[in-house]
């Protein structure tokens, strides 16, 4: 069946702009998570759904983040003002709910570059 | 502070032989561990994971192994292909809650043919 999808696949902007990146989990998959990869670093947890409830926001990095989930299924993660350190792969992953494991499977990424 | 460390950021190996990388963690509280591996371009795909309550799990030409005291694991492929290099990625879970994975660094694993 088809994975999680992301888009777009990169994204430019330039600082101070505001950017909107998109997630299509697994259908039926309860849980979704965002997190933000680093140059040379492991992903870090940005925030979690559990259908259309935020139940932790965190990781965060701050007010200029903003993740919503309306329906339960396709998420967006916002962050406004970019700035330079917001430069980072954002993934997305989702996760079927009371599955007995607890893997979750992940998207391709949007690599965001703010210059 | 790093709560889950891969302190090898790379290894090479021969085909055939056997891949070990290493994981150590500081929480306590995590009670599951996964292992992914990463192309670049693309997402994390999941490989292996073990509860703590086990000390092993073995998938094919996957191990791992969990020391518990020690808080260390380890994951073992055997044999290397050179289709396994790849970034390996550590991830821990503390269940209950959110259920966020925490990552290591990764170490880059290359086979060479």
């Known amino acids: 069946g088809a994975g999680v999808s992301q888009s777009p696949r990169y994204k430019v902007a330039k600082r101070g702009q505001d950017v909107a990146l998109r997630c299509d989990p697994i259908s039926g998959h309860v849980s979704l998570f965002w997190y933000q990869q680093a140059l040379g670093q492991g992903p870090e947890f940005l925030t979690y759904f559990q259908n259309e409830a935020q139940l932790d926001k965190s990781g965060l990095p701050s007010d200029r983040f903003f993740a919503e989930r309306p329906e339960g299924s396709v998420s967006t993660l916002k962050i406004q003002r970019t700035q330079q350190e917001d430069s980072a792969v954002y993934l997305c992953a989702s996760r079927k709910m009371n599955s007995g494991s607890y893997e979750q499977y992940f998207g391709p990424g949007t690599r965001l570059t703010v210059t | 502070d790093q709560q889950v460390k891969q302190n090898s950021p790379s290894l090479s190996v021969q085909e055939g032989r056997i891949s070990i990388l290493n994981c150590d963690y500081t929480n306590s509280m995590f009670d599951y561990f996964l292992w992914y591996k990463k192309y670049p371009a693309e997402g994390p795909t999941f490989l292996i994971s073990?509860?703590?309550?086990?000390d092993k799990n073995e998938d094919g030409r996957f191990t791992v192994f969990l020391n518990k005291s020690a808080k260390h694991l380890s994951l073992h492929i055997v044999p290397s292909q050179p289709g396994d290099s790849a970034v390996y990625f550590c991830a821990a879970i503390k269940t209950g809650g959110s259920e966020k994975l925490v990552f290591g660094k990764g170490t880059k694993l290359t086979v060479n043919p």
């Open positions: 073990i509860s703590s309550i086990k």
